[in-house]
Structure formats: structure tokens, C-alpha cells
């Protein structure tokens, strides 16, 4: 047991991220006490994000300087459940924060709502394509709330944030020229959209000429000056490039450091705690309610901290670790098809496509905004027929250019097929980073009954706990996606008068490779849903097991969506909030009756 | 707000220029590698990233510099990785498993390559000609050999990702001398503000490049 018993508080929220910050937030608003968990270092634009010494791009993103230390704790891959796991030893294919911000320190900005067909993914499915559409072994599932349940949330996120971008309707009415397939808004972005780069710029004007349906990204990286609703100020972003691993030097890119915690840290009913590793959740007796939470402290004391409310807002895979190690909800058999915990874990399948121009032409790629750029998302989401094509999902496609620096070019080398070293390399090298533009189809990924999350029964973090274990695979339905998105990338490849073009695809029975970047949006793993045979959380992302924990993150997501999750995981967390501050608190206990 | 003044007096000054290092600096001594080590190092940087009329090579960046110094931080001891036993091989696409870290990955694979060199070609790698050791290290970069347990293949992709990172970093690791591995490839560098150049649309960039101790080229 504990060496240290702490005094008791309302609610205790593990990790410092987005989903924690809004949750310590809005329940410091409702009276609570809240005391606020972090297993890494505190961080703040002061001490992280300092002018010139933070943009070091060999300490920021080569040797991670603001990301989970592997060292301490990892998980082990396989690509299906007849292999052995082994342990990602080394940071590549994704990239989970650490210390107080979280991955919404190191985050680029993309911003975005959900698609609402997305929400109601299984239904619309079934109703346009029919039921015998659904591949056999694909966990297709419903969020359980919709768009417009979520509406107000997304709106107030935005408003913390500070987004960029350009509305297409607001109200049901048309104010402008952005995305045409997006949902109506009520009200407008906060800031009008960042600029265009050269090479979003050349993809916007080559899409609209093929009959595609180019906007500007929403982007949490202030286009002007800004202050939120809580009184924080945010500087206009510079284009300097330094975001995707960085604490923003600019006070330009929304973080929980920059947007939330000044807002929170003086608060006498706020605590923060960082270097404060969650070991587990404490249950009582009959397993249903939580009593507290029982981390190693900074000088490795075992510290119990009992609490009201438990809201576990860790990184994706983390809270379902969390809850595997704590014993929240059933576990996730796949072979008898049962338990929801690990269940429908998901990633996302993205794939990069280079366009080479004349040696005229300077594509200056170091310039950059991490949520900027242009998309287009005709093949997203139900924007187009699914019938003739035979799968299920898609992908916004994007020039999303955040600024690509020396090592970065140096690394991405030339056209495929050129020398990784020496002479034609260099040359190759060089001409690639100066005239060329990249996109990509940042599509969905579906879950499926044999892709899950469990522990590992080999290898432990540095606390002696077993470690979490992914069983993911690329699957035909999502290889056939990409391919058929990246084919209509071509069309504009070729409206942007490009002298070469690499169209990158996923290749037939590809397998899922650790060794590479792809990206660090994994989700799913403990879902929401109306069912709790298929879902972890009800649609109030609270325990359908154990009614004062609250699961916040996108280990909520059913499927893998092709936005950046960071817009729906805040959404989730005030709409979360929000049923916790007018109904949970005022009588405590599951807010979904079967 | 703090950030914004410092990025206007880094722009808005003439900043010192520290000109690349003299003749008469004293050259480095390395604490990582052994002197034959040092002159392998040297002959392969000097291959994977050669002078020629794009820029610099390798040496005159200071690579081998930059990886001995970078063999004395924590990456180096393999502190950034998750390094616990039990280490079992597996399919490549599960990633690394062996239970080396970078300074054991350059003392193993030096050793094995110049081993092998030695049998193959009865002479020292630094001792062979440009061709010779471009075909070398490409046996390194393709082939199966093993050193030991050590595949040839993990010890050229730590070489050369080293080297990469030795040209392109900021020169305060010791890499990228006179600013010369940002001038080839035509990244500012520490400038950080394109606000005046975002909408400048084809234009090749017109300002130097800038460290962050303030060296610019």
C-alpha cells in the first residue's frame, strides 16, 4: 500500500495534456478541487519554448526532447496475434508527449471537427450501402452523439484555441469559402485563416481548376493577435516553422501551457503535480466506484490521493493502460469476442505524395505554419459514392506544409530510387528540398475484431508493470482507400504543372512498419458508444463499470477518423464536462441507465 | 510577451559574424574514439556526404566531431530507448531489438568493418581509394553481413543518420561548420520569422542563414 496518504479532493485528473487541462478547468469553475497529475516535467513557454535556444531541431525532434521518455515505459507491437510483440524501443512511427502540455505541447495545430457522418459512421453505412457492405471482422461503430450534440463544443474549443480558418456556412447560411463539405457552424472561426504557403497555394488553385473543393486548414495557430475566453493572449503566428516538436516560441500555436494553465495555476482550488507517475486507479470492494489514485511522486514515495472523481485524460494508450493495470471495464477477448477494454484500437493511414517543380521555382519549405495549408475533402468522410468503390472510409487530402528544417531535408533525400548518401544523393537532395512540395491523404483507418490493445505478458515498464501491448495490421479496405485517394491526387499534381511526381501509396498486403514515422494519431482502445458490449465509455466518456471515472481522449474514437483528432478530443472533453458540471455532480452515478 | 521581442532583436541586429574556424584552431581531439577509429570515421563521413560543386563534405562540416561529441550524451548510452531485457529478434518491420546503444553500435560495427576490409582488401578502410570505399560502405548499407550480432546493416544506417544530423544541426553540436550544410541547402536556419516572405510566392529566400549562438553565413 501507500507510504503517503494524501488529504482527499473532488476530482483528481491524470495527465496534463488538452483533454486534462479542460477538465481541471471546468471543474475548478464548478467549485471542485481539483488536483491536476503529470508524470513528465512542468513546461511552459519560459522554460521550453525560449527564443533561439528551443529551436534546435537535433534536441526537438531528433532526440525528443519533449516526448515520452521510451526509457521508463513503452509498448510492444505486433502485427497479429500469432506473433510475438517486441518492444518499440526506439521513437519512430508515433510520437506520444510527456510532461505538463502533453502532446498538445509538441502538437502542429490542425484543428478540426468531426465530420457529422463520421459520428453516425455504422448507420449511414448500413442506410446507404446496406449492412452486407461491412466487411466481416470490422467493428464498425456509432460515437452514440452526434454533430449537433457536439456543436457547442467544438465552437467554445475553438475559441480557447484561437483557431484560423474560413467558414463555409454559418447558421445554414454561406459567409464564405471554406470547406463546402463542412458542417454548418454557429458561429465563425475566432481568427480569419492563415495564409497560404506557396505550395498550399499552388494545391488550392490546381484543385479548384480539377472541379475538387479547396478551403484553408483550420489551425490553431493564431493568424493576429488573440485572447481567449479565459483572458490568455496568443501572438500572431510568424511562418517560422518550429512546430511540430516545439513549444511555440511565438505564443502563436494553442497549447494547454499557452491557453488554459495560466488560467488555472493561481487558482487556490487548482494543484498541479508534475512529476507524478499514476501507477493505477484504487477501486473499492465491489469494483464500481473509484476511491483515488495511487502514483510515485518525484522522489519515488508511493502516494495515495483519494478523490470524489477520477478523470483519467492521459494520451490515447496510456488511458487504456490505465484501466487494463486498474481493472476499469472488461477486457477485450478477441478470440471469444468479448470485453470492450482494447477493443477497437485504431491509427491512421497516411500516406506523403512529392511534387517536383522547375529549379526556377522555390518552394521554400522551411517556411511553415504547423495547422496551415490547404485541403480538399471530396474524398472524405460520405462526401462521395462508396458503392462503386467497395470500402469504407476516406481521406482529406492536403498540402499541410509546418516547415521542414536542415536535418528533416536531409533525411527525406531525393526522389525515390536515388542514393541515400554521396554525390547523387546531395544533388537530389538539394533540388528536393528546394523545388519540391509535399501533400498528403490523411485518411481513416476502420477497427477491426483482430487489431486490440492488451498486456504484454513479457515485458514491464520501469515501475515492474506489465507493459501495453498493440496488435494493429494494415487491412485491404484501408489499402484500397488510400489508393483510390491518392489516384485523384494526380489530377492536381498535373494542374500544378509538376515535372515529377511520387504518388505515395500504401502497397497491397502492406504491413504496419514501426521503424518509420506515419503519425501519433493512434485512437479507439476504449470507445464510447450507446452498447456497453461494444463500448467502454457511454456517450458521456463515463465508465459504463465504475461511474466516477471519466475516460477523455481519443482512445474514445470507434474508428480511426482522417482529421487530426486534437478538435474532437477537446469537443469531447467539454461536452464531457459540461454533463459532469449540470448533471453528475449534482447526484453522482452512471448518467446512461440501461 | 517575450518571445516576440526576442525574435525582433535577433532579426533587426547586425549580428556578429563568426567567421568559420581558423587555420590556427587547434584540431579536435575526440574522448569517444580511438584514434584508428577516428580515421575510419573520418574516411566514412568523408564518403557519405563527399565535397563537391553542391557544397561542403562531411570533414570540413565537422561530422566526425559532432558524433564524438554527441557519444557523450545520454542518447548515446541508449538513456533515450527502451533498453530492458529480454532483447529477441524478430521481423525487421517490428524495429530495432538488439541490446546496444549507439557508442556499442560504433565500437562493434568500426571493428567489424575494418576487420572485414583488412581480409578483403589487406589495407586500413581510410587507406583505400574513393571507389573502393563507396563500394564498401554500399556492402555495408545492402548486404547481410554480421558483425557478431551486430547486422552491418544497423551499424551503416547509425553511421549515417549521425552524419546527417552532424551537417544539418545547429553548429553548436560541433557539426555543421561555417554554417556550410544550411548554405548548400538553403535553410535560414535560426531566422524563425518569414512573416514578409510567407506570400512571396516562387521567390528563392534572400536572407543567410543564422545559428543560434547568432553566426551567420
Keep these: 500500500m501507500a507510504s503517503i496518504k494524501m488529504k482527499s479532493v473532488d476530482a483528481v485528473v491524470i495527465g496534463g495534456g488538452w483533454a486534462g487541462a479542460i477538465l481541471a478547468k471546468e471543474l475548478t469553475e464548478a467549485g471542485q478541487s481539483v488536483v491536476m497529475l503529470e508524470r513528465g516535467a512542468d513546461r511552459s513557454t519560459a522554460s521550453d519554448g525560449a527564443y533561439p535556444g528551443s529551436i534546435d531541431e537535433l534536441q526537438a525532434n531528433f532526440r525528443h526532447k519533449i516526448f515520452q521518455n521510451l526509457s521508463k515505459s513503452s509498448v510492444t507491437i505486433r502485427n497479429s496475434s500469432d506473433q510475438t510483440a517486441l518492444p518499440y524501443r526506439q521513437m519512430a512511427a508515433f510520437l506520444p508527449g510527456e510532461g505538463v502540455g502533453g502532446a498538445g505541447l509538441h502538437w502542429s495545430g490542425v484543428h478540426f471537427r468531426m465530420p457529422p457522418d463520421d459520428l453516425i459512421m455504422r448507420t449511414k453505412v448500413k442506410e446507404k450501402y446496406g449492412e452486407k457492405f461491412i466487411p466481416e471482422g470490422m467493428n464498425l461503430q456509432d460515437y452514440g452523439v452526434t454533430y449537433d450534440d457536439l456543436e457547442p463544443f467544438f465552437d467554445k474549443a475553438e475559441k480557447v484555441f484561437g483557431t484560423s480558418g474560413e467558414a463555409y456556412t454559418v447558421n445554414g447560411q454561406v459567409v464564405g469559402k471554406g470547406n463546402f463539405f463542412a458542417p454548418s457552424r454557429s458561429d465563425n472561426f475566432p481568427l480569419p485563416a492563415l495564409k497560404d504557403v506557396y505550395g498550399a497555394n499552388m494545391f488550392r488553385k490546381a484543385a479548384e481548376e480539377v472541379g475538387f473543393h479547396p478551403y484553408a486548414m483550420p489551425a490553431a495557430n493564431a493568424s493576429a493577435q488573440y485572447t481567449n475566453p479565459y483572458g490568455v493572449q496568443m501572438g500572431p503566428c510568424n511562418f517560422c516553422g518550429y512546430c511540430s516538436g516545439y513549444a511555440c516560441y511565438m505564443y502563436s500555436k494553442a497549447s494547454p501551457n499557452v491557453n488554459i494553465l495560466p488560467a488555472l495555476r493561481n487558482d487556490p482550488k487548482f494543484e498541479l503535480r508534475a512529476e507524478s507517475h499514476v501507477l493505477r486507479v484504487e477501486l473499492d470492494s465491489t469494483k464500481t466506484k473509484a476511491t483515488g489514485v495511487t502514483y510515485l511522486d518525484r522522489k519515488g514515495n508511493e502516494v495515495f490521493q483519494p478523490a470524489e472523481l477520477v478523470i483519467v485524460s492521459a494520451f490515447q494508450f496510456h488511458n487504456v493502460h490505465l484501466m487494463l493495470l486498474s481493472g476499469i471495464g472488461k477486457p477485450y477477448d478477441p478470440v471469444a469476442n468479448e470485453g470492450v477494454v482494447g477493443r477497437n484500437f485504431v491509427y491512421q493511414n497516411v500516406t506523403t505524395t512529392t511534387a517536383w517543380f522547375d529549379k526556377s521555382v522555390y518552394t521554400n519549405q522551411f517556411i511553415g505554419t504547423g495547422g496551415g495549408g490547404v485541403a480538399f475533402d471530396d474524398f472524405n468522410s460520405e462526401n462521395f459514392d462508396h458503392g462503386p468503390l467497395g470500402f469504407i472510409g476516406g481521406s482529406p487530402v492536403w498540402v499541410n506544409q509546418a516547415g521542414i528544417k536542415g536535418i528533416a531535408a536531409a533525411k527525406i533525400g531525393g526522389p525515390p530510387g536515388t542514393p541515400h548518401w554521396g554525390s547523387a544523393w546531395k544533388k537530389a537532395m538539394v533540388d528536393t528540398y528546394q523545388h ?159 | 510577451m517575450q518571445g516576440l521581442a526576442g525574435a525582433a532583436a535577433l532579426t533587426s541586429t547586425t549580428l556578429p559574424v563568426n567567421a568559420a574556424r581558423s587555420a590556427s584552431e587547434p584540431a579536435y581531439s575526440p574522448t569517444f574514439f580511438t584514434p584508428a577509429e577516428w580515421a575510419f570515421l573520418h574516411a566514412a563521413c568523408d564518403r557519405l556526404i563527399p565535397e563537391d560543386a553542391v557544397g561542403p563534405g562531411a570533414i570540413a562540416l565537422g561530422v566526425p566531431e559532432f558524433i564524438d561529441r554527441q557519444m557523450a550524451t545520454p542518447y548515446a548510452f541508449g538513456k533515450l530507448w527502451y533498453m530492458q531485457a529480454p532483447f529477441v529478434q524478430g521481423p525487421a518491420n517490428l524495429g530495432y531489438q538488439l541490446p546496444y546503444a549507439p557508442r556499442d553500435i560504433y565500437r562493434k560495427g568500426i571493428a567489424g568493418a575494418a576487420a572485414f576490409v583488412q581480409a578483403k582488401y589487406g589495407k586500413a578502410f581510410q587507406d583505400l581509394d574513393a571507389a573502393t570505399r563507396d563500394e564498401v560502405l554500399t556492402g555495408l548499407e545492402k548486404g547481410d553481413a554480421l558483425f557478431g550480432d551486430l547486422p552491418a546493416k544497423v551499424f551503416f544506417a547509425q553511421l549515417l543518420g549521425n552524419t546527417m544530423e552532424g551537417a544539418f544541426a545547429d553548429p553548436s553540436h560541433g557539426g555543421n561548420k561555417g554554417l556550410g550544410g544550411w548554405t548548400t541547402i538553403g535553410f535560414p536556419g535560426a531566422r524563425a520569422d518569414f512573416m514578409d516572405w510567407v506570400d512571396q510566392y516562387g521567390k528563392q529566400y534572400p536572407l543567410g542563414t543564422v545559428s543560434i549562438s547568432g553566426e551567420t553565413a
Design chain 1, 436 to 594: 519540391s512540395v509535399r501533400m498528403d491523404a490523411h485518411g481513416t483507418n476502420m477497427a477491426y475484431r483482430d487489431v486490440y490493445l492488451d498486456l504484454d505478458p513479457t515485458w514491464k515498464d520501469a515501475y515492474g508493470l506489465p507493459m501495453l501491448r498493440m496488435t494493429f495490421d494494415w487491412k485491404d479496405n484501408d489499402i484500397r482507400m488510400n489508393r483510390y485517394v491518392v489516384s485523384q491526387i494526380a489530377k492536381v499534381t498535373k494542374a500544378m504543372g509538376a515535372t515529377d511526381v511520387h504518388l505515395g501509396q500504401r502497397q497491397p498486403g502492406e504491413h504496419f512498419d514501426t521503424r518509420f514515422y506515419q503519425t501519433t494519431h493512434l485512437a479507439g482502445g476504449a470507445v464510447m458508444g450507446d452498447d456497453p458490449k461494444t463500448s467502454a465509455l457511454n456517450r458521456y466518456l463515463q465508465s459504463w463499470d465504475v461511474s466516477n471515472v471519466f475516460v477523455i481522449g481519443a482512445n474514445a474514437f470507434p474508428q480511426g477518423t482522417g482529421y487530426n483528432p486534437t478538435g474532437m478530443v477537446a469537443a469531447l472533453a467539454y461536452w464531457s464536462a459540461h454533463h459532469i458540471r449540470t448533471t453528475y455532480l449534482k447526484n453522482p452515478g452512471p448518467l446512461v441507465q440501461l
